[in-house]
């Protein structure tokens, strides 16, 4: 009896090393197909999306729109002091499987700055492509 529980303890003992040593973290590294053609959006955006936008401004957000065959891809910065600020878009590019966007906020020239707090945010638009959206 003593002699099964001490090989079932080693057995035990020996999955458990197998189980943890196959697993293993694989980062998948995508190829970059093409730069995306967009348009930085002003105030042509659709109703809904607007709406949404206003609901989220107080905090940080990123957000994808799809609507008539445009996808709409949204990064919010959300509260900052004064305003002034600005946002770029570093990257936009597609892979085999997804969308890569990266952006940045630029903060406003000393002088600039004005009283108040503002929500800045940057509205993409580009023709709509069925993949996801990932944002860095």
Known sequence: MKRIRRILGICSICVC?????????????EKKLKDCDF???KDEAPKELVEIIEGKKEE??????????????VVGYGKQ???GYSISVEELYETENSIYISTKL???EKDEKTKGNSYPY????MEYVEKEVVFL
């Open 17 to 29: 090393m197998v189980l943890l040593t196959a697993c293993e973290t694989q980062q998948i590294e």
């Open 39 to 41: 348009t930085v959006m």
């Open 60 to 73: 940080p957000f990123q957000l994808t729109y799809a609507d008539a065959g445009e996808l709409y891809i």
């Open 81 to 83: 002091v004064g305003g």
């Open 106 to 108: 630029t903060g406003p």
């Open 122 to 125: 940057a509205i993409i638009k």
